[in-house]
């Protein structure tokens, strides 16, 4: 298993315009506007890395091995759920040559719907943060009126 001990964006965006050159090239679910580009990966509370990377046919969300330990070994296909600070997400098994295991999440497949890559890069930056973002407290119940302050009596 490939173990990534630095950020694997850079080596991801290497590997994934390798496939926009080849396999992709010319099909119609692809997007001309969009190039392919690995933002910065963070590590997650396991170890792991976990990153979004933009290509001309998807958004997608990844995970990497960060480290041996505790990195779940599931058959390509298959799924697994992964935990962020704002929630569980599903993610399903994959592996490639130059990259090793990786899970795979899709935000936007195909990402037809840009009319630009800043757009989906802003679009993917702003999935990133919402990603490591705790959910948000509910609001607290609004306090509700005295009897006297509702019928506008002093109190």
């Known amino acids: 298993m490939k173990v990534w001990e630095a950020d694997p964006a850079p080596a991801l965006t290497r590997a994934f315009a390798s496939i926009a ?21 963070r590590r997650t509370a396991e170890g792991h890395w976990a990153g979004l990377i933009i290509t001309p046919w998807a958004i997608n969300l990844l995970c990497l091995p960060g480290h041996a330990g505790n990195w779940p070994q599931r058959a390509a296909g298959s799924k697994h759920d992964w935990r962020f600070p704002s929630g569980d997400y599903e993610f399903i098994v994959a592996e ?20 630009s890559h800043e757009q989906a890069r802003l679009t993917a930056e702003a999935a990133a943060q ?8 509910p ?9 006297r302050a509702f019928l506008g009596l002093s109190g």
Not at 21 to 41: D, S
Not at 96 to 115: N, Q, T, W
Not at 130 to 137: H, K, T
Not at 139 to 147: K, N, W, Y
């Open 130 to 137: 919402a990603l490591f973002a705790a959910p948000s407290a």
């Open 96 to 115: 490639a040559a130059d990259i090793g295991s990786y899970h795979l999440c899709s935000l936007f497949s195909p990402a037809l719907e840009f009319a």
């Open 139 to 147: 609001p607290p119940p609004a306090a509700l009126p005295s009897r």
């Open 21 to 41: 050159a080849t396999r992709m090239a010319g099909l119609a679910i692809c997007n001309a506007a969009l190039q392919v580009e690995a933002l910065p990966f």
